[in-house]
């Protein structure tokens, strides 16, 4: 983890507003989402990017019943016909 000098102060709200210089560098515009992880006692931001819930293929993904999938994964899918 790179420490960027950068503090935040949580407003009354629980919001935390993230720098342009960051946001810039990580590719995050306005409208865009981040999702948030915890990891022992840190929080992490990144970027969210929609991905197959099978195999993580982050192109040509396919809304089906809420869940993203590959055109990959939908095809081996579809040989499990019973």
């Known amino acids: ?10 407003d009354e709200v629980g919001r935390v507003v993230v720098p342009i210089e960051l946001r810039s560098l990580m590719g995050i515009e306005n409208g865009d989402y981040v999702e948030i992880f915890t990891e022992n006692d840190q929080v992490i931001l990144k970027k969210y990017q929609p991905s197959c819930v099978f195999c993580g293929e982050l192109n040509n993904i396919t809304q089906f019943r809420g869940k993203m999938v590959c055109p990959e994964c939908i095809a081996a899918l579809s040989k499990l016909k019973k």
Request: proline share 0%.
């Open 1 to 10: 983890m790179k420490a960027t000098g950068i503090i935040r102060k949580v």
